[in-house]
């Protein structure tokens, strides 16, 4: 009686969209991978015969989670989160490496990567922890616990060498901000963006420059007028004296003179701060040299964590670089790929860049490529379409829940797929650089389809019992 009443209670719409999309993607799967003549092959050796398999697997899994009792995936969150996080850390020794990333296992033809099944517990942990009895975000041991589940998975992804993978985690931001968090971490996050691209463009001094600039500008706006002053003067008069320094040794070591002077300006405003009690003031100088530390690490991780290919995407993204035929060549063949389908595309299996293999990686992270060469801009258009009314919806039903554990799981699904959505399509566009995230049911590939699938259908079952308290 209990599973009929689930059955019906399930919402149909998203149910839609997703056969929509998987059919879709399917269909632009084969065109990408069907011979010249566009004639279908049972081929079990063929990707989109594999997809298709992936497909069914994905349909049956579908139909146990609906069969599950919600408070299955509450009792049991913990649990999967430390399955996965054990899968993460063996793939790193036993895994076989792909694109340079040591993040999947093979048995046999058989590829599994444990990566697309870490978001889905990692969303599930996330859930507990926030749904926990009056767990708040100015509660330091509330914080540490939220940020050993959110960043262990992080941390170990990186030691694979997928630095796209990790990235995805940080759309948990948008469920934390949702959740109470402070709306000044999502700027602090747009400024690090912000300082890590200036980092590549201009000399580490200039960015000192911009940072203490802000500072003091910060500090006047927040009524320390009269302290914003003396400390600028400190700083720009200890930084006229040390660069004379440097010169007479037979070097202009700006960078070296401003942080001497702005050492020396902050001991003062420490000194007001603690003989004044003005927590907002130290508050500001911990920001501030925190985002000197972020600008400088920035700088080493560029040179010394990411590797050769990656830096040069991000250079070539940058416009800083130009190497059409190396770390370009895959957008560039993509933007010609897409512009040349038009407004309404060449027609299906009508696509000569994908049909000739000129775009790489054309079913997998590049599969965006297809449909705008074959469907053209109304394809494209259609399917970004299909992919915000998912979004929208899953938002509408996130919010109608009862259970904040169930909410919480619903807005992290929305974000986990808008991060995707967002990064897969700027990439094959020029605007985000290439790092190996997957379209949603498009690209190619059984733990992503299957993942994200799980991922999404957690949620359609725990909807089914929106009325209630799930704890």
């Not at 996330?126 to 009895?133: D, G």
């Not at 600028?232 to 202009?252: C, H, N, P, T």
């Not at 389908?341 to 027609?347: A, E, L, N, Q, V």
């Not at 009862?402 to 990439?427: Q, T």
Request: a positive charge; one cysteine or more; hydrophobic letters at 55%.
């Amino acid at each position: 009686m209990r599973s009929n009443s689930s059955i019906k209670s399930i919402d149909r719409i998203t149910v839609i969209l997703y056969l929509v999309l998987v059919g879709f993607g399917w269909l632009n799967i084969f065109a990408a991978n069907t011979d010249p003549e566009g004639q279908f092959v049972f081929d079990l050796s063929r990707e989109y015969i594999k997809q298709l398999l992936w497909i069914a697997i994905s349909f049956a899994t579908i139909g146990v989670l609906m069969l599950i009792d919600s408070k299955f995936f509450v009792e049991f969150a913990y649990v999967f989160y430390i399955i996965t996080t054990l899968l993460l850390i063996v793939v790193i020794f036993a895994g076989v490496e792909v694109n340079s990333a040591r993040s999947w296992f093979q048995i046999g033809s058989f590829r599994f990567q444990p990566v697309e099944f870490a978001k889905v517990s990692t969303a599930l942990a996330i859930s507990r922890v926030l749904s926990r009895f009056q767990f708040s975000f100015t509660r330091f041991q509330d914080l540490l616990i939220l940020g050993v589940v959110w960043l262990t998975p992080v941390a170990i992804i990186i030691l694979q060498n997928d630095m796209g993978s990790s990235l995805v985690f940080f759309s948990f931001l948008l469920v934390f901000f949702r959740e109470g968090m402070s709306p000044l971490f999502l700027v602090f996050g747009i400024v690090a963006i912000g300082i890590f691209i200036l980092t590549l463009l201009i000399p580490n001094y200039q960015i000192e420059l911009i940072l203490a600039a802000a500072f003091f500008i910060l500090l006047y706006l927040k009524k320390y007028r009269r302290h914003s002053f003396i400390s600028l003067a400190i700083a720009a008069f200890v930084y006229g004296l040390s660069l004379l320094f440097f010169l007479e040794r037979g070097e202009a070591n700006h960078f070296a003179a401003i942080i001497i002077g702005m050492a020396v300006a902050s001991v003062y405003l420490g000194f007001v701060a603690l003989l004044r009690r003005y927590g907002a003031l130290a508050s500001y100088l911990l920001l501030f040299w925190g985002s000197m530390a972020f600008a400088y690490s920035s700088d080493y991780i560029y040179e010394k964590v990411l590797s050769d290919y990656q830096q040069s995407r991000i250079m070539v993204m940058l416009g800083l670089k130009e190497d059409p035929l190396g770390a370009g060549y895959n957008v560039n063949q993509s933007k010609i790929a897409i512009g040349s389908g038009g407004f309404s595309g060449k027609g299906f299996l009508q696509g000569t860049q994908t049909k000739f293999n000129f775009v790489p990686e054309q079913s997998t992270d590049f599969i965006f490529c297809t449909v705008g060469e074959e469907w053209g801009f109304m394809g494209t258009s259609t399917v970004i379409l299909l992919f915000v009314a998912l979004l929208l919806r899953l938002i509408f039903m996130a919010e109608r829940q009862h259970s904040s554990f169930s909410r919480i799981y619903g807005y992290s699904v929305a974000s986990i797929f808008f991060f995707h959505l967002l990064i897969n399509i700027g990439m094959t566009i020029g605007l985000a650089p290439v790092i190996g995230i997957p379209l949603p049911f498009f690209s190619y590939g059984g733990s992503s389809l299957w993942g994200f699938s799980i991922l999404l259908f957690i949620f359609v079952k725990l909807d089914t019992n929106r009325t209630e308290l799930i704890r």
